[in-house]
Nanobody, 129 residues
């Protein structure tokens, strides 16, 4: 399984970016997918997740209302649309995938790093004020 994240960059506060995570070796139509981020000196934290069916999405409180996770099963790609970016959003963003197929969890489980078996290489997002 390989997850290739792209779309990061350096932007101004208030701008938007869309991250993409192209998966190979795994069909995202059957798997939970998530985005996490890690800022310098901090632990990796949950950002967003989407259920295997795509019918449910979950967000960290810090990004709720500004970020949107979605997936395109035909392209086997997960997206993270990030609007109204803030300097505190600066981090390396990682996409992740759950190995188990067609499995549903409690809301809290989607936010745990332990759920995800596969991780992408990360893409840097830098937001300046």
């Amino acid at each position: 399984v390989q997850l290739q994240a792209s779309g990061g960059g350096q932007v101004q506060a208030g701008d938007s970016l869309r991250l993409a995570c192209a998966a190979s070796g795994l069909a995202i139509s059957s798997n939970v997918m998530g985005w996490f981020r890690q800022a310098p000196g901090k632990e990796r934290e949950f950002v967003a997740a989407i259920s295997w069916s795509g019918g449910s999405t979950y967000y960290a409180d810090s990004v709720k209302g500004r970020f949107t996770i979605s997936k395109d099963s035909a392209k086997n790609t997960v997206y993270l649309q990030m609007n109204t970016l803030k300097p505190e959003d600066t981090a390396v963003y990682y996409c992740a995938a759950d190995e188990r197929r067609r499995t549903t969890y409690t809301e809290g489980a989607y936010k745990g790093r332990w759920l995800y078996d596969h991780w992408g290489q990360g893409t840097q997002v830098t937001v300046s004020s």
